[in-house]
């Protein structure tokens, strides 16, 4: 089903749908592993076509040994790749975090912005990044909308959209308050491991009957 044959979930649905996620996830967390908001930083920007158990492993290296800007900088193109070459993209990637890094020195003494325009103004942070930091970081209400995010909104009915940018006005603007900070987290999460792009585990789903894809299928099967 593609978001032009979604009817679109109502308001009572979208309540029903995140009280149902809230009550089986009360604390939802990102599974990158970090201890400062820089490590997050870097993880979110070593992730990009990266897998998170990916990412975590090549980050328990470096973090063991480099976990500020000042000492990234000091391990230098080589040492950077050598504790991240197991990532995609990985020199692209060490040449966006060494170029972040200086700038977080130069121009914020050390510590990572929570603006969004500081951040997206770093090398290799896109507005996906963005708002990841602004979120897990800072608690803002922002929605990084990745594959997962953009797939179950369009499949559900939750906030069809074309393009990442309009599902993520769309989630904004649909989602309760009560829940939007922890919306970005919940529904990651129900991508990665239920609403799957290859085979839906609807029936597992404990959303389903709030779904457009869900009622599609229970209309099919009447």
Known sequence: ??????????????????????????APQTE????????????????AQATDVGVNKATRRLFAVANTPAQVLALGTDG?????????????????LLQTCQILIDQHGG???????ALEA???????????????????????VDTHIFRVSNRTGLAAGKTPLAVELGLLKRVP??????????LILHGRYVCQARK??????????????????????A
């Not at 970081?137 to 929605?143: D, I, K, L, Q, R």
């Open 200 to 221: 839906p585990q609807c029936g597992a789903c404990a959303v389903v009957n709030e779904c457009d894809h869900g009622r599609q299928l229970k209309l099919r099967s």
């Open 111 to 117: 510590e990572v912005p929570r603006s969004r325009e």
């Open 1 to 26: 089903m593609n978001a032009a044959d979604n009817a679109g979930m109502n308001a009572a649905q979208i309540d029903r749908f995140f009280a149902i996620l809230q009550a089986a996830n009360p």
């Open 80 to 96: 950077l790749e050598s504790h991240i070459k197991t990532i995609g993209l990985y020199r692209s990637k060490a040449k966006h």
């Open 122 to 144: 770093l090398p290799g942070v896109g507005r996906k990044t963005a708002n990841v930091v602004l979120n897990v970081a800072f608690g803002e209400p922002t929605m990084a």
């Open 32 to 47: 990158l592993e970090y201890a400062s908001v820089f490590e997050l930083l870097t993880a979110v920007l070593l992730s």
């Open 177 to 186: 308050a009560a829940y939007l900070v922890d919306a970005h987290h919940w």
